[in-house]
């Protein structure tokens, strides 16, 4: 059974930082591009960070660029996402994906709240 649980969301101030996990079961972890997305209330999901299968080659957001970090354990299945510096405007649900050709996983999400 395919699982991604996501972990490490929770409310912190602004300037703060918080470390989501993203843990995988279930299918051939190593195989597969991760990335992060977030929604926020009344807005459409959006990319946050992807990371290639092997760890080589990573992509950002443009508004969060210099201040999240992506990076995987391949060992551990499990994926990462570093976020310092929070704002406000990164107050959402995130959430995990796995894609490897036509096979496409989604985690359930941790929410992230910036806020004084």
């Known amino acids: 059974q395919v699982q991604l649980v996501e972990s490490g969301g929770g409310l912190v101030q602004p300037g703060g930082s918080l470390r989501l996990s993203c843990a995988a079961s279930?299918?051939?972890?190593?195989?597969?591009?991760m990335s992060w997305y977030r929604q926020a209330p009344g807005k459409e999901r959006e990319l946050v960070a992807a990371?290639?299968?092997?760890?080589?080659?990573?992509n950002y957001a443009d508004s969060v660029k210099g201040r999240f970090r992506i990076s995987r354990d391949n060992a551990k299945n499990t994926v990462y996402l570093q976020m310092n510096s929070l704002k406000p405007e990164d107050t959402a649900v995130y959430t995990c994906?796995?894609?490897?050709?036509?096979?496409?996983?989604w985690g359930q999400g941790t929410q992230v709240t910036v806020s004084s």
């Open positions: 994906k796995a894609v490897r050709s036509s096979a496409v996983y």
């Open positions: 279930g299918f051939t972890f190593s195989g597969y591009v």
């Open positions: 990371i290639s299968s092997v760890g080589g080659g990573t």
